[in-house]
Structure formats: C-alpha cells, structure tokens
C-alpha cells in the first residue's frame, strides 16, 4: 500500500535545491548585541526597533502581571479570558491611535486574518498592495471576497482598477502595509485615502512595522502624514517596536463593535496573556512618555542612510536608498546569493538575515536598525556592506 506522505521527502529535497531551505538559530534576548548559536553578533535581524522587549519597566509590568493573574488567560474574551487589563490596554491603544476604540487579539496576523474577513465577503472586492504582509493575503483569501493586486504603490494603477471594477461589488477595501517589512519603504496614505473617497472604498492599513517608529508621537506612518482622524481602519502589532505579542484593530466605535462579533479568530481565540497585555501596555507608556529612544533610533537611521549614499556614490551612482526608514534592503541576484552574503557578514560579527521566496518574490539581505545601536555598530556595518559591493554587482539598496 502506498504511504500517503511519501510526497514529503521530494518536496523537502525541492525546497534544498532552490536554497529556500530554513532552520530557526538559538538566539539570546533581543538587544543591539545577540549570542547567536554560540558567536556575538551585532544584531541587525530584530523588529525590536526601540530596544523595549529588554526595558526594565516593560519587563516588570510583565513580572506583576504574572503575580496577579497568572501565565495565561485560559479563556476566549467572550467566556473567561477577559481582564480588566486588557480593556485598558484597548483605551490606550485607542487614545495612541487618535481613535474612538481598539480591539486586541492574540497576534498581528490574527488581527488582519479577523478584520478582514468580518468586513467583506464574497458580494465585496478587495485591492491590495502586490507587495503586502503574508495576513492581509490571507485574510483576502479567508473572506472570500474577490482579489485582486495591484502594483506596488502605484495609486494611478490602484484607480484604474477600481473603475475597472468597483461597481461590480456591494462593498470594496483597499489594504495596504504602511512601512512595507521586507522593502523598507512607505504607502503614499494621503493619495490612497483620496481615491478610496472617490470610489466609496473602505481602507485598512497595516501599521505592525510603523508603530512606535514614526510620528510626532510616535503613533505610526498615519500620524506622520496627517491622516490621523480619517476614516480608515488601522491593524498593529504589539511585538515590534513594542516589544511584547499580540495585536490590535483601531477604529470607530461602530467599527470595533462589528469586529468584536464578526471577527472569528478573536471570539474563538484564547485572549492574550496578562503579561503581555500589561507588557505591551508598559511600552506604550514609555514611547508616549520618552522620547529618547525614538530620537536615538533615528539618529541611527540618519547614519546608516547617510552612510549607503555614499558607498552608492563610490561603488554605483545608480544605487539609492529610499525614503529613510528602520529596515533596508540589499537586492540579491538569487537565494544562494542572499545566503553568501549573510554568511559573509555573519564572519564579520554582523547578524543580518538573508530572506528568500516565499518570504519575498526576490531574494534580499534586510537590514533593520534598533534605538540601542550605536555609531560604531552602524560603522561595522557599513564596512560590511562595502565588502559585498563589489562582488555583488547587482546589488540594489533600498
């Protein structure tokens, strides 16, 4: 009789032969400085950008929590997982993202996966980035709605699209990534806004990579573009630049309730732990009440921009980095590519991660940057970089 897993051992051999083969590495806490499988590295591979996953306040609220309510919620919100701290992690959250409520779920995926299937279903239409997460993807999927992408930024391709087709369907929503993970750049949200007005669209942005980075406040790519207050419905995490699990919907009022009773992956998930619910609630207090790691990652950012200008100008006058943000990325010719040069840069003290398909249609070297780098980590890395130059070629930083 045939093994009905025997197709396994050739698609695993399939996965080896185009490099796209992964492992996890044993890592110590997320800082500037990581023990990765025994060797110190710089660590340029975390979505830490303010160092808070290693903050002392953030850190003891987390403690507390466990005294108070134990290690885990043991229930969905709706029976007995929830706690008060969960609601006033929600207010916050609300007040931080210039909104009338907030919902927090479980993880940032499950966030997209469950606000975007509550809102549309298969009578609606759904545009979206070619370029965004993995969770608005498969919360399009999940919904049933018709899909379709459209080209990375490009709001002119965007409309046309929409007269194309938006008067085929009851309702549509437009999802966009603001600070795209794997590119480093950013969603022209004003422009998006503008013609999701024109076409009677609804719009959900995914701020997981922009929160607590941009801004004023550091509320997100929205508040930094003067979009905050419009109607739109805004997704996070709490496990970037929070440092802590989880993730939140934020909207009108009428907005969350909907979602609270539509959103399966939030009624039928266990509720979010005490302790990170109160860590990620400790963070927020200390991005809206110190500046100072906000100011010392973009000094970073302003340093590592500064600095690939100028290997661009001595290397490739047609390489350019894009607008400034935490992460860059180094186009690779190919996956084994993208993996020699980690390694390279790992023999150099340098932990940058090489991300292949089906992470990403290209192959790249991502860089992401976090307030407690310093100059001379940032030096390290540039010397690196200047190293694969040359050899690279190809290479395109963006």
Sequence with gaps: MQDPYDWLAPALKTIHRAHWYRQPQCSTCQGAI???????????????YLGLANHPEVIQAGQNALEIWGTGATGSRLLTGHRQIHQELEQALATFKGTEAALVFSSGYLANLGAIAAVVDQRDLILGDRYNHSSLKNGAKLSGAKTIDYPHLDIAALEQLLHHHRHQYRRC?????????????????????KVAQDFQAMVLVDEAHATGVFGPRGSGWIEQVNCSGQPL????TLSKALGSLGGYVAGSQMLIEFIRHRAATWVYSTALSPADTAAALAALNVIQNNNQPRENLWQRIDQLHHGLKKLDRLHNPSLTPGIPSPIVCLTAPDAQTALAW??????LGLW???????????SRLRISLMANHTKAHIEALLAGLEQLLPSGGTGCLE
Excluded: W, Y
């Excluded at 993970?181 to 022209?188: H, N, Q, W």
């Excluded at 419905?233 to 996070?236: A, E, L, M, T």
């Excluded at 980690?342 to 023999?347: E, F, I, N, V, W």
């Design 34 to 48: 990581a023990m990765v499988q025994g060797r110190e590295l710089i660590n340029f591979a975390s979505n830490n």
């Design 352 to 362: 940058v991660s090489g991300i292949r398909p089906p992470t990403v249609p290209h």
């Design 233 to 236: 419905i805004q997704v996070g």
């Design 173 to 193: 929503l437009i999802v966009t990534d603001s600070l795209f993970s794997m590119d480093g750049d950013l969603a022209p949200i004003p422009k998006l806004l």
């Design 342 to 347: 980690s390694r390279t840069l790992g023999d």
